[in-house]
């Protein structure tokens, strides 16, 4: 048997074809299949490095902030606007405690009536009672809860849920605590009464931003006191709901601001509305074809009738008719 020589030709095309060297790394070396680019950027904006591919997960789990381990925010404000147990100075506010009181007109003018329960206003809402509250000791949050409650109930709306525009302007009170009595007693149905409640129940009667009704004649419809004199008036003026213009007088002064001035402006407004009444009574008789001495008098009566406050509403209803 004669064996063939291989030559050189032979020799080369037994051979693989070579494949174009490429610079390998001694990490590439160690993957488990072909090197692809993933793409630095987006891995990079992910948190990792283009060494992390190559490195247990428990070691780069090890590098990343757990979710669990960063700080709680500190409780704020709670920006509702109905005070909570909770509440804080908000971020940045780093008022001290006698900043905080001579910012708020109403703190500064709180007193230490009965019914104030001044003691349990402080432990409802965090204030030391045994320091004043002015004291560099004195719970700077403590002092802002007490404000923002005494805040709450000085911006509150009337019963009806209408504007008190006469004591609340812009969404804030006029810095007064209302609804005491000379005796201290807080009347139910004012600011005041509001405050005991708090002081007593604590945040959980502060659900509603308005004064609650009451059957207390003494308290008026803005949910300020009525002194005797005007309480007087008042009832006297429902009275003599059928005489408009004296009711209107008696029910004015009944429902004004007291003192002299206030009792003045009150009558004022009360015969001012029953000229209003009467005039246009006179002038829907004339209207009507009633232009004569009886029908104008009957006009203006039932004018004045219909604009009189202390009138029941049926009674206006009917007047207006005429």
Not at 143 to 160: C, G, H, N, P, Q
Not at 221 to 228: H, L, R, T, V
């Amino acid at each position: 048997m004669i064996l063939a020589k291989p030559t050189a030709l032979s020799s080369s095309a037994l051979r693989p074809s070579a494949v174009p060297s490429t610079a390998v790394t001694p990490k590439q070396q160690l993957s488990a299949g072909p090197v692809q680019d993933t793409g630095t950027r987006s891995t990079l904006a992910r948190g990792f490095s283009p060494v992390d591919s190559f490195e247990p997960a428990a070691i780069i789990n090890r590098r990343q902030p757990s979710p669990t381990s960063m700080p709680a925010p500190a409780p704020q404000d709670s920006g509702s606007g109905v005070p909570s147990a909770n509440d804080k100075r908000p971020a940045g506010d780093t008022r001290t405690a006698a900043q905080i009181v001579d910012d708020s007109p109403v703190l500064k003018k709180l007193g230490r009536q009965k019914d104030i329960k001044f003691e349990q206003l402080c432990k409802q809402t965090g204030v030391d009672p045994k320091l004043d509250l002015k004291d560099p000791k004195q719970n700077a949050d403590g002092v802002y809860r007490l404000t923002k409650v005494l805040e709450f109930i000085d911006s509150a709306k009337a019963s009806t849920g209408g504007d008190r525009e006469n004591k609340v302007q812009g969404g804030k009170g006029d810095g007064n605590i209302e609804g005491i009595t000379k005796d201290g007693d807080a009347r139910h149905g004012t600011e005041a009464g509001i405050l005991k409640d708090f002081a007593e129940k604590g945040y959980s009667f502060l659900g509603e931003h308005q004064l609650p009704t009451t059957k207390d004649t003494h308290v008026k419809a803005d949910g300020s006191n009525k002194d005797n004199f005007q309480w007087a008036a008042g009832e006297a003026g429902k009275a003599l709901w059928f005489v408009p213009g004296l009711s209107n007088v008696l029910t004015g002064v009944g429902n004004s601001e007291g003192g002299f001035k206030g009792v003045l402006e009150g009558a004022a407004t009360g015969y001012l509305n029953t000229l209003k009444g009467a005039a246009e009574g006179v002038i829907g008789s004339i209207t009507k074809g009633r232009a004569n001495p009886a029908g104008m008098i009957f006009g203006a009566y039932m004018g004045a009738l219909g604009n009189t406050e202390a009138a029941p509403q049926p009674v206006k209803d009917i007047a207006n008719l005429f």
